[in-house]
Nanobody, 117 residues
């Protein structure tokens, strides 16, 4: 059984930083693209960032480019999202996911990030 577990969310003031982590277990996902998504209250889930597991190629939503950094630790099968210069509009539940084939088919339970103004 595949399991993704996020951690690192919390309450932070605007301008602050947080680092999210996502550990995958239950299966080897070497070579699969992994991503971070978020969903704010009343809004649809949106893409934040992704990374190809082997090459480390990264992609970012325009709204977080220059502030967030996605990375991975292959040995620990852990995905990270370093979030700097946080804004109130970054407040959301953040999810990690693994792309298996054409879509993201494996999801974590989410971690809440709240940025106060």
């Amino acid at each position: 059984q595949v399991q993704l577990v996020e951690s690192g969310g919390g309450l932070v003031q605007a301008g602050g930083s947080l680092r999210l982590s996502c550990v995958a277990s239950g299966r080897t996902f070497s070579g699969y693209t992994r991503g971070w998504f978020r969903q704010a209250p009343g809004k649809e889930r949106e893409f934040v960032a992704s990374i190809t597991w082997n090459s480390g190629t990264t992609y970012y939503a325009d709204s977080v480019k220059g502030r967030f950094t996605i990375s991975r630790d292959n040995a620990k099968s852990t995905l990270y999202l370093q979030m700097n210069s946080l804004k109130p509009e970054d407040t959301a539940v953040y999810y990690c996911a693994i792309r298996d084939g054409a879509g993201y088919n494996y999801w974590g339970q989410g971690t809440q990030v709240t940025v106060s103004s």
